[in-house]
């Protein structure tokens, strides 16, 4: 029976932080473990988000692609679907959806996955540019973005919760990625007003977190030095 009470998360974002970016999962694997996700390739190799069990990937360049099995991921979260509508919204600033959802599930202190689908008055994205090893620190690759802005686009927004507690394991709060009707735009959110949308949540009961034990750096790393907090905040909102 598949499972859809758990987020599969492979690695932590605290990872990311020194430029631990080597690709420690293959796409093939992330796929036995959800069919919705997002993520980030080998060197921050742009944004990845995997809808309906397809992963794509948004370039640094704004070009979106589809991911193949032997693409590596440093960092992926995937569940499967089973999202519950929760509202319809009307002109609506991201930021406010954010505080109404957890007004009305009270989800404050677990993981939980939205589904945002319909028109978006206007949304920023990013996608970072692939480093090559020896990798920079999370800090120095997200220097090397580009911001993309749309208006009036149809599309997906999949967002991941974590509570606040576990900020360095994941994002602290809401981490969302986007992908238009079109394929032609998306990337990692940063800012976003809805037209018209359905938003749908689903709740989990457990993390699942795997570690990539087969990277000696990673085995290897002193995360004690690491500003991992001020990093994140700078590098993912
Ligand atoms: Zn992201």
Redesign the pocket.
Known sequence: MIDKKTLYQHSTLATLVPGLLKGTLKMSELLQHGDTG???GEGLDG?LIILDGQPYQVRSTGEVKAVSANFTVPFANAHFADFKSLFAVNHLAGKQLETQILAATHYQNIFFAVKVSGRFKKIQTRAVAKSESPYPTLLATAKAQKIFNAEDIEGTLISYYAPQLFNGVA?GGY???FLAAGYGFG???LDYTINDAEVQVQAFTTLEQHFPLDDPEFMAHDFAADNIANDIEQA?K
Do not use: K, L
């Open positions: 997002i993520g980030t944004e994002v981490h969302s990625h990337g990692h959110v993912e």
